[in-house]
């Protein structure tokens, strides 16, 4: 089949275009029908039909995506070949380290370095690293700007050497907005063209990204989703992206969202209804009547949180309201070329549409109310009039002691259970959407105008994800009032809601550990786990801007709006949430007064010029990486050492030991924190060895380039809890079979010593979170062979495979309790060697006294791929292996 037979041509003003036509596949009896496909899976076929060549993608390939089916009893794998990569810098650091290191283990193996090279597009956004040094005031910003760079000027200059020594990679620099964002407002194609024998070739844009929430691009018909590092590395190197064909759950959506309702309302509304129907894995759709009641930077909050619901994918299709918004934000020679390409080749999304899904799920937008979600978990919605009700009976709400009273500033204040001491209006989730932001400084203008403050035990924090917000906010007029309430700017990037959260006053510190007070950050983010926002902090709900300002002016959580004033005016009078809550007419019209497009224009201008600070940095060109010896930030990583053109067949494990036992819901948080470095941590010593001083520590974050840091940072986060050591949290298990109590990252080296593999047991849900590939290189490193869990989350599974660590689930209904394992045993797993996808394998557990049982898992290496992947001990030894043999 030659493909070049399923062209067609468009002409958009003056220029013509050649597609691979859809509709030309049905004529042809390649496929069934492809308006019975849902639109993502339509972008799949014109993915294969492009890349068709009758090697790595073959006719039937393509003809198992052109007749996609509802449901597969076994998976179908494909190669799919995403256009682009996204990244940013937490994850994108590794991701250049692992590159670099490639590139010296190629020159080892007497190849040429230059052909480890990205071949497709990258681009990666320096968002992470930004932290809330400073709040509440006009000079926050600049503060924390130079003190982003004081810490991270040698990760940022190692970045600037990839962007001079790499083909195809570009830097967008500190300062400039949250890549998610940027990808949305200026960097998403929705259409690509490349030159190509001499043609103009025109094709769906598609991504895939080193963070989770790359799903945001979703929103204006852009495929993306979030993989792990070592895949994303895979894609840039020229690899196709080897993906089960999916299951499709269509999301109709009804009817319109009500006055005083907002797009985050509505995201945590869907995360709760998605994650009690089951989509992980799966790709969600939307369509029906009450798309077009949502304007696209709803839609973007909506797919944002994709990996909140567990889904691939959440896709909304081209329609009107893409082409208006690409308009809106400077692209309108784009939008021309969108509407005339997707209309023409099946992707323009109109009423009359009816694709077949494989569940559909209704969600009437009139039925959302107000809500926020927590304390821990983005799908544990709680409606606003339910808050205080939800409360009652916990720690929150029942403190046995009186406030905690202190002097703060030279003024008295007082905490208590309940008390919010983190407000920040943060995440590409909401500072996409104007309407959210305007409102919030509304509701702010009418706080301010009625006398009311903010308790100054509350840190606030204004960080918006792309410059613009700032523009239209100053262009009305308002962000004085929110400055008057100390949500003054603090730097362009990710900050509260990845937990850089920054330092709160160490007399407020001091109060919460004292009197052990439970007390709550709200963010306008999409994520809440245990110890993410901040480690004192154990209470975290997501809500939208205009609530997290209300929050703020109450200056606690467990209120209710309904019958409580947020204060009280100079003259002694209660002012409510209702008496100051702006109108959605009031709203719209400043949406549609300031966000202009010029705003778009002049900032995406300008956007990888980069400030003083990026422009001082040296700029370096080598084909190999001078690695510093004496570096705590960017270290050679040991994965090619002893590297061989030939891999070692992986065996069945013996004389095993469970490093930590685990419950349900362990995210990739617990298993890789982000945040901050404990002094008495194995990697807070371990840099303290280094002559790092405790106050240069930086993030977790920040270091991973640095493989020593990260492997004693492996399972590291301060709640961690582990059966091993039952009642204590933290990064803590036991050494068998002496039952010696230590640090994990101790246990691994005392296990390594005498040659003893190593198992991770969970539960359900294993791996949740964000997409960082060092919870499973952490795993790797500390000499973890295999995890049984119940389930896994779908990146991190990846991720394992990635390294060579082998996924494993129990049978349906067993656990380690169920099975009365304790992990004290040893154990043994059979059946790896010659393994095949999702094989069943023999698990034997010796315990103390000699008695042994035996029980079934499942391997989690789901496809022909999988399998090859971890028989070379991962993807990239993989991938070498292929460029070595040239």
Not at 291 to 303: D, G, K, Y
Request: aromatic content about 8%.
């Amino acid at each position: 089949m030659d493909a070049n037979t399923f062209t067609r041509e468009i002409t958009v003003a003056g220029t013509t275009y050649t597609y691979y036509a859809l509709d030309r596949l049905e004529e042809e009896g390649v496929a069934g029908g492809i308006a019975r496909l849902p639109f993502s899976i339509r972008i799949l076929v014109e993915n294969l039909l492009r890349r068709l060549d009758g090697k790595v993608v073959r006719e039937a390939d393509l003809r198992h995506i052109a007749n996609w089916q509802k449901s597969y009893p076994t998976p179908v794998e494909i190669p799919y070949h995403p256009a682009r990569v996204l990244m940013q810098d937490f994850t994108g650091v590794p991701a250049v380290v692992d590159l670099a290191a490639m590139r010296d283990a190629m020159a080892a193996l007497g190849g040429d370095p230059g052909r480890v090279n990205p071949l497709v597009p990258t681009e990666l956004v320096i968002d992470h690293s930004v932290q809330v040094d400073h709040y509440g005031t006009v000079a926050a910003v600049g503060h924390n700007v130079a003190r982003e760079y004081a810490r991270n000027g040698e990760r940022y200059t190692f970045l600037k050497w990839a962007q001079e020594s790499f083909h195809g990679f570009k830097v967008v620099p500190p300062r400039s907005g949250i890549c998610h964002q940027v990808n949305l407002e200026y960097l998403g194609r929705v259409v690509i063209v490349d030159e190509q024998g001499g043609r103009q070739l025109a094709y769906p844009d598609t991504l895939v990204g080193l963070d989770s929430h790359t799903t945001m691009i979703d929103a204006i018909g852009v495929m993306g989703w979030g993989v792990g590092g070592i895949e994303a590395e895979a894609v840039m190197l020229g690899q196709p992206y080897f993906m089960s064909i999916p299951e499709v759950i269509g999301v109709r959506l009804s009817g319109r969202l009500a006055a005083g309702v907002t797009a985050t309302d509505l995201v945590l509304t869907v995360t709760e209804t998605l994650r009690r129907h089951g989509v992980v894995e799966k790709f969600v759709e939307y369509f029906g009547p009450g798309m077009q009641a949502l304007s696209v930077p709803e839609r973007a909050t909506i797919a944002n949180m994709t990996p909140e619901y567990g889904a691939t994918l959440g896709f909304f299709p081209v329609d009107e309201r893409t082409i208006d918004y690409l308009r809106q934000t400077g692209r309108a020679d784009q939008a021309a070329l969108v509407e005339a390409y997707t209309r023409a080749n099946a992707l323009f999304y109109g009423d009359a549409e009816t694709p077949e899904y494989t569940a559909v799920v209704d969600i009437d937008l009139a039925s959302v109310v107000p809500c926020v979600a927590g304390p821990s978990r983005p799908h544990d919605r709680i409606p606003l009039q339910r808050l205080r009700q939800h409360l009652a009976g916990t720690s929150a709400q029942a403190a046995q002691s009186g406030p905690s009273q202190f002097a703060l500033n030279g003024r008295p204040v007082s905490l208590n259970h309940g008390s919010v001491v983190i407000a920040a209006i943060t995440s590409c989730t909401n500072t996409s959407n104007p309407a959210v932001l305007l409102g919030a400084a509304l509701l702010a203008k009418g706080a301010v105008e009625r006398g009311l403050q903010v308790p100054g035990t509350v840190r606030t924090s204004l960080a918006p994800g792309s410059k613009v917000v700032i523009q239209y906010l100053t262009d009305a007029g308002l962000m004085p009032y929110l400055e008057a309430l100390g949500f003054h700017l603090a730097g362009y990037g990710c900050t509260t809601c990845i937990g850089n959260s920054g330092p709160l006053a160490p007399e407020v510190e001091k109060a919460i550990v004292e009197a052990g007070l439970n007390v709550a950050a709200v963010l306008s983010g999409n994520r809440n786990f245990e110890a993410r926002i901040h480690q004192r902090v154990k209470a975290n709900y997501l809500a939208s801007p205009m609530l997290v300002v209300a929050f703020a002016l109450a200056g606690r959580i467990d209120i209710d709006f309904a019958g409580d004033p947020l204060g009280l005016d100079p003259n002694g009078q209660p002012v409510f949430l209702a008496d100051i809550w702006p109108s959605d007419e009031a709203i719209a019209n400043l949406v549609d007064r300031h966000v202009k497009e010029e705003f778009f224009t002049l900032e995406y201008g300008r956007i990888f010029t980069g400030d003083e600070n990026w422009q001082a940095l040296p700029r370096v060109q080598s084909l190999t990486y001078a690695w510093a010896p004496d570096s705590t930030y960017i270290k050679h990583p040991p994965y090619f050492d002893g590297f061989q053109l030939e891999p070692t067949p992986p065996s069945d494990i013996d004389g095993a030991r469970a490093l930590v036992v685990l419950g349900d819901m362990v995210t990739t948080d617990h298993i890789s924190p982000a945040g901050a470095i404990p002094a008495d941590y194995p990697a807070g010593r371990y840099l303290l060895g280094q002559g790092v001083a405790a106050a240069d520590f930086n993030s977790y974050g920040a270091r991973r380039g640095n493989h020593e840091v990260m492997l004693r940072g492996s399972f590291g986060n301060i709640r961690l809890r582990n059966s091993l050591v039952e009642g204590i949290e933290g990064s803590y298990t036991k050494v068998f079979p002496e039952g010696r109590q230590c640090f994990v990252h101790e246990a691994a080296e005392a296990y390594r010593a005498t040659g003893t593999p190593l198992i991770v047991m969970a539960g359900l849900e294993y791996g949740a979170g964000s997409s960082r590939d060092w919870a499973a290189k952490g795993s790797k490193l500390l000499g973890v062979r295999a995890v049984i869990a119940r389930s896994f989350e779908r990146i991190h599974r990846s991720n394992l495979v990635g390294m060579g660590v082998l996924p494993l689930v129990f049978q349906e209904g067993e656990s380690p309790a169920s099975l009365g394992l304790d992990g004290s045993e040893l154990f043994a797993i059979s059946g790896i060697a010659g393994i095949t996808p999702q094989a069943r394998l023999t698990v034997t557990a010796t315990k103390g006294d000699g008695r042994r049982l035996s029980f079934t898992v499942i391997a989690r290496l789901d496809t022909d791929i999988d399998v090859e992947y971890y028989r070379h001990g991962g993807i990239l030894p993989y991938v070498l292996r292929k460029l070595g043999r040239g």
